[in-house]
């Protein structure tokens, strides 16, 4: 009997264990890139002809700044669909020495004689940090992306907003999951397969 | 036929080794050894321990929404995929070295004797052999094979008592070597 467990046990282990180094795999890869979501595959032809529906896109997100003509992935979050557009403009925001100084004063912290900032133990504060706001517009659309942004929003910011930059692709590798998504024959003929082949494996 | 055997798929070199492993504690068992799972135990632990952190981190990733600009989750998120490659490491490891194509390991109340029994498949030989490694007391070794053509009926089930007879002239071969 007590074999039977562990037997169970080691092979019930080995599915999980399957299931659980994918996971770290693309975790993994999530930290490197510094992106939640690494890999992405691309849903609409607003990119065309650069990127097809399909195309499996391999993204990075260390960069401090991107550049114009940079292909970059960002998610709004009123969308639930991350968008893969082109940087058409972009404008660095970097704090001058008094917009920094009043932003300090605002929080309540003081300099001390050698002009370092006195930083309260136990205290979050937050730092007035340079930022890039940028402008995006797909290839293949007529115009830029003005109206996909939030109300009143006049750009996306590369802090907040961006994903990531696409420093590879894999051609229409990843248009099974469009497949899977909007054509719901295509889903059951999948599943009757996957039912189909469990029943003609070992046993 | 032999009351209790499965019917192997005698196709399947893999399902052929795993139904005599399975048959070794049987073996022993009716020589008056018990079986000692520590080194399995130990396996289990490993693996279910890189199981736990995956899960831990499918739950921090739920908790903090998946937001990277969250620094607490960042570190949390290196601090779990850190460890869950020291332990896959370490398992792999384990298995390679000290597990070791280890399948039974068992010890005599009586005589106190302890029994390591290894076992490979032979993959060269046409057919393919049951090579098998007995080692008593850390010390005296017994090493043969035998076809699993042999081991096996033409019907798919386990020829138990040759496979018994197989296994008892080692050990008694063995025995002799510690006595000596």
Redesign the interface.
Known sequence: MKTNVRCNLLQLSNILLAISSAFMFWKTLSVVANSPSPIVVVLSGSMEPAFQRGDILFLWNRDKYVDVGDIVVYNMDHRDIPIVHRVLREHKVIPTDEEIEKFNKKQGLKKDKNSNLKIPKNKKIKELKPSQKILTKGDNNPSDDLPLYGYKQMYIDRDNDLIGSVKGYIPLAGYVTILISENIYFKYILIGLICLSSLFSNE | MVEGQKKINLN?VY?LKTNCD?NL?NFFESIGYS?D?HV??I??AL??T??F???L??YL?KKFK????NEEY?WY??YV?AS??VI?GINWIYIKFVEHNIKYMGKNEITGDKITVATIVEKKNIPPTYKITITLNDKDKKVSSKPFTELYEETGFLNYDLFKKFLNDDYIEVLNKKKN
Not at chain 2, 66 to 69: A, E, G, H, V
């Open positions: 399947s399902d399975d504690s079986q799972f399995i135990d396996r289990l693996t279910y890189s199981i952190l995956s899960a981190l499918f990733e998946n937001d990277f600009k960042y998120m290196i995929i869950f490659y896959s």
